[in-house]
C-alpha cells in the first residue's frame, strides 16, 4: 500500500540551527501539507502547496519557514533559526482527493 | 475562525462500545475525519463522512453525524485493547487543509 514516507524520525538540533525535514509524498498526489503537533497540543496546519506553490499558509508559517518540492518526488520543509518552541512533531500529508494520508512525522527537539 | 472540540478522555472494559463524540463550528465543512494516532506513531486516517450523509459504517466503526447541531461522533464496536489510542476528529471543505481536534484518549481496558 503507498504510504507517506518521512525523514529523518527524530531530529535533535541546537536553537538557532537550521534543519531541513524531509518528506515522500504518495507518487500521484498533488496536494502536500506539513502540520506540526506540539507535545500535548492538537495538530495545527502550516502549509499546502500544489502545483509547484504555497497554496494556503497558517499564522504560524512564517518567515522562519519554507517549503520546497526539490525534484519529482520529495517535499521538504525548512526551518531557519529554530527556536525552542519549534520542538513538536511535524507531520507531512498528501491527497489526491478527500483523503489525506499522512507519515509517521518528524521529532524535531530544539535544545 | 473554524474549530474542533472533543473531549479529552474516555475508559472502556474490553467488549464493551466506545462512543467519542465531536463538535465543530464551520457549517460549511464539507468532509469531517476520524484519525487514529498510537503512541509515537503517526495520524492514520479511520474514516470520514461526506456532510450530506448521516451515518457510515465500517466494519467495527459507525460515523454519526448530526449536520444540524454539528454533532458528530464515533462509535467503536467490541472495543480491543489494540483500540487504545488518541482519536482524532478533523473536518475540511475538501482539498482544503485540515482542522483538528485537541484528540480523545481512548484506554482500553482487560
Known amino acids: 500500500e503507498p504510504e507517506v514516507t518521512q525523514t529523518p524520525s527524530h531530529q535533535v538540533t541546537q536553537m538557532g540551527q537550521e534543519v531541513i525535514l524531509r518528506c515522500v509524498p504518495i507518487s500521484n498526489h498533488l496536494y502536500f501539507y506539513w502540520y506540526r503537533q506540539i507535545l500535548g497540543q492538537k495538530v495545527e496546519f502550516l502549509v499546502s502547496f500544489y502545483n509547484n506553490e504555497i497554496s494556503e499558509k497558517s499564522e504560524i508559517f512564517d518567515d522562519q519557514f519554507s517549503v520546497e518540492r526539490p525534484d519529482g518526488s520529495n517535499f521538504t520543509l525548512k526551518i531557519r533559526s529554530t527556536k525552542l518552541e519549534d520542538s513538536a512533531m511535524y507531520f507531512c500529508?498528501?491527497?489526491?482527493?478527500?483523503?489525506?494520508?499522512f507519515g509517521q512525522g518528524t521529532r524535531l527537539t530544539v535544545v | 475562525g473554524e474549530d474542533v472540540e472533543q473531549s479529552l478522555f474516555l475508559s472502556v472494559r474490553e467488549g464493551d462500545s466506545s462512543v467519542i463524540n465531536c463538535t465543530y463550528t464551520?457549517?460549511?465543512?464539507?468532509?469531517l475525519y476520524w484519525y487514529k494516532q498510537e503512541p509515537g506513531a503517526g495520524l492514520q486516517l479511520l474514516t470520514y463522512?461526506?456532510?450530506?450523509?448521516d451515518m457510515k459504517q465500517d466494519q467495527r466503526l459507525t460515523v454519526l453525524l448530526n449536520k444540524k447541531d454539528k454533532h458528530l461522533s464515533l462509535r467503536i464496536a467490541d472495543t480491543q485493547t489494540g483500540d487504545s489510542a488518541i482519536y482524532f476528529c478533523a473536518e475540511s471543505t475538501g482539498y482544503s487543509t485540515l482542522t483538528f481536534g485537541k484528540g480523545t484518549m481512548l484506554l482500553v481496558s482487560p
Open positions: 500529508a498528501s491527497n489526491e482527493n478527500t483523503e489525506a494520508f
Open positions: 464551520d457549517s460549511s465543512s464539507t468532509y
Open positions: 463522512i461526506f456532510s450530506n450523509m
